[in-house]
């Protein structure tokens, strides 16, 4: 009887001619490296004691494709120690760490990781917001601390129904923040580079106009050159008042932190969920002492179901790639 | 209102008090010390026509016994699980909630919960405080909300509500009732441990009676099992809290988030260290506008009582 033989025993005996190599500049999930190693021939620097370009130079001469995560850096010096590099997938869905114009310089394709973390984002914004209006990681915390039989009642939160809700920048995720606030009976309005003929909500042109008529500023839009600090000062006096609430799941540095942090010691801003922050992983230590603060460490996209629907992603793009087929999930300068 | 003498058993709301205080005559019974209790019933029960408990004091089957003038029993809720009905039945006593008003709070919050649970958004909070995040990245995967089935518990007016909004993450809803509603598109499951077997967020939205205390009890918590999460925005007793905190040491139960207890204001300590659990303190209708209309609500029942006009939201 012939023995039976495994993707094990095949990736065995795949020499490594056989398989594409594939550069990854960080390690990575088990979740995701784990299928990409039995397809690909991983090429991993840091477990090298050459440093990084003279490891490229001795084994990756030839790696036509590179797997970037954790945000880590795609830049000329980078594309320089790569001369077969012709493909980027990043596990992210921003691209600020990806020199787009030295790519198309070089014809490197660039991938992201598409639409795969734009439900979670979503969920995410939509339990940040509900846990700042109704104080559930303040009061958790409040429980957990046995204050709640010595000190009585937690003080009140606000409502969700009414209030007007400002999408800063509406994409796939902001569209999907804004059609499950719906269902809490907000109003929702939004600033974008041009007004969505196809959606009904209220178009506003500037951020600050959009501030004005809002309760809530949601941020969602992609961090570039145009929307740096797209929340500063005139914005947050524009929301201002005393319930002004802002959510950040975009990038840190769409907020001016230095003034976000002001605002909210003033009682200027009433309160803020950030999962994202300007010089991440450093926080502002004034938040710690703030209970109308939610925090957390840049999860939003972390679920096992979107590592998983990554994961897919990125071998189909990859396949795709390898195969002259046309990427899913492709990016230009001109699609941003 | 003047005449009215009030027996406000809690301090339950700053405006509510004040108004009750400009246009009634006030007894306030935690002012007095517990083991006085009895007595500063008995030497107002004369002047008390009217009660306003909430959640956590009502109107037990002793005080209304000691009060002979009671008239009108107007609940700071919409649970009267504390208001002993059947007693204020045969006095002919009038009983009120506050239907309506809170609905969305309540539900808001149980889907809060819900996100907050799965996606580890306290925890998360903990760890950014703890100052931790730039000496160590701890990115642990959590569970995606969005698409998970709901097992509703009751599909009354709260049970919908949470029902419409998770119907905007793309989730099934499943219910279990004591029967079928008509005109939802929802499954009906005429047995609470196949609900349990069948959703993956249980949420309790029924109110108490006899009938429903524990109804969550160890067999629906090990239907619901080590991938289903429990939401409490019912009450405590709903629950066999004892059981709940077992299944989860013992990692029958994937995890839970609760607004109410069995003994409130008391937590089992044991939760406290748990990263599965999410605990608030009975805010389910918690917001300055809700307490509001929840007072105006108590205040209007009173005076149409005392104008003789129909009650706004009458029980019994």
């Known amino acids: 009887m012939l023995p039976v033989l495994t993707s094990h025993h095949l990736n065995l005996m795949m020499s490594d001619s056989d398989r594409p190599q594939l550069i990854l500049l960080r390690p990575t999930r088990e979740v995701v490296m784990e299928p990409l190693s039995a397809r690909f ?111 009585g009642d937690y003080p009140l939160g606000f409502k969700l129904r009414g209030k007007r809700v400002g999408i800063v920048g509406l994409g796939s995720i902001g569209s999907e923040v804004a059609k499950r606030l719906e269902a809490f009976s907000c109003f929702i309005s939004y600033f974008s580079r041009k007004r969505k003929p196809s959606v009904t909500y209220t178009y ?11 309760d809530v500023l949601v941020v969602t839009c992609a961090l570039t050159d145009e929307t740096y600090h797209i929340i500063d000062s005139d914005v947050m006096s524009a929301l201002g008042k005393e319930d002004g609430i802002i959510i950040n799941v975009g990038r840190g540095p769409l907020i001016d932190e230095v003034e976000l942090v002001k605002r909210l010691k003033y009682g200027e801003i009433a309160g803020a969920g950030l999962d994202v922050f300007e010089y991440e992983p450093i926080v502002p230590k004034e938040f710690f002492y703030m209970d109308n603060v939610v925090l957390s460490h840049h999860v939003a996209v972390l679920t096992h179901e979107a590592a998983s629907d990554l994961v897919q992603l990125i071998m189909a793009n990859l396949e795709a790639f390898f195969s002259d087929k046309p990427l899913l999930s492709p990016v230009s300068i001109c699609s941003l | 209102m003047e005449s009215l003498g009030v027996l406000l ?81 045969e006095r002919g006593i009038r009983v009120t909630n506050t239907p309506d ?70 989730c099934p809803i499943s219910y279990y009732s004591r029967s079928e509603k008509p005109n939802t598109n929802y499954k009906y499951y005429s047995n609470l441990i196949d609900l349990a077997a069948n959703c993956n967020v249980l949420i309790v939205a029924c109110p108490l009676t006899e009938e429903t205390r524990h109804i969550v009890n160890r067999e629906v918590l090990d239907a619901l099992g080590s991938k289903g999460v429990l939401v ?36 089992p300590e044991e939760l406290f260290g748990m990263d599965n659990v999410v605990l608030v303190p009975h805010v389910g209708s918690g917001t ?13 029942n ?5 104008m003789n006009k129909p009650l706004l939201t009458p029980v019994v």
């Open chain 2, 9 to 89: 058993t809690f301090p339950m709301n700053p405006y509510l008090e004040e108004e009750l205080s400009r246009r009634c005559k006030v007894f306030r019974l935690w002012q007095s010390p517990p083991e006085r209790r009895q007595e500063f019933i008995r030497s107002n029960a004369p002047a008390i026509r009217a009660i306003v408990g909430n959640a956590y004091v009502g109107a037990d089957a002793a005080t209304i016994d000691a009060l002979p003038n009671l008239e009108i029993v107007a609940s700071f809720s919409v649970g009267l699980d504390k208001v002993d009905l059947h007693k204020c039945r």
């Open chain 2, 101 to 170: 008003v809170l609905t969305e709070d309540v539900a808001d919050l149980a889907i809060g919960l819900a996100i907050a649970l799965l996606r580890r958004i306290c925890q998360a909070d903990r760890y950014v405080r703890s100052g931790e995040w730039d000496k160590k990245g701890d990115y642990r995967l959590t569970t995606r909300f969005s698409g998970k089935t709901i097992g509703i518990i009751g599909l009354g007016r709260i049970g919908m509500a949470v029902a419409k909004r998770a119907e905007g993450f793309g």
């Open chain 1, 204 to 214: 506003f042109p500037s951020v600050c106009d959009l501030a004005v008529a809002s």
């Open chain 1, 41 to 151: 021939q991983l090429l991993k620097p840091w477990e090298s004691p050459l440093p990084r370009d003279r490891f490229f130079a001795a084994h990756a001469a030839r790696a036509r494709a590179l797997l970037v995560t954790g945000l880590a850096r795609v830049d000329a010096p980078l594309l320089d120690a790569l001369p077969a590099l012709r493909f980027v997938i990043t596990n992210s869905v921003g691209v600020d760490h990806i020199d787009l114009a030295e790519c198309a310089r070089r014809g490197v394709a660039v991938a992201n990781a598409g639409s795969v973390y734009t439900t979670d984002v979503a969920d995410y914004a939509v339990g940040l917001l509900v846990d700042v209006l109704r104080h559930v990681t303040a009061s958790n915390r409040y429980v957990r601390l046995g204050l709640w039989p010595s000190r």
């Open chain 2, 232 to 267: 409490n925005i019912g009450r405590g007793p709903h629950v066999d809290e004892p059981e709940l905190v077992a299944a989860l040491r013992e990692g029958r139960l994937g995890g839970a988030a609760l607004d109410v207890y069995e003994n409130e204001p008391h937590v």
């Open chain 2, 288 to 300: 300055n506008e809700t307490r509001k209309e929840m007072a105006d609500l108590v205040l209007g």
């Open chain 2, 302 to 306: 009173l005076e149409a009582h005392v």
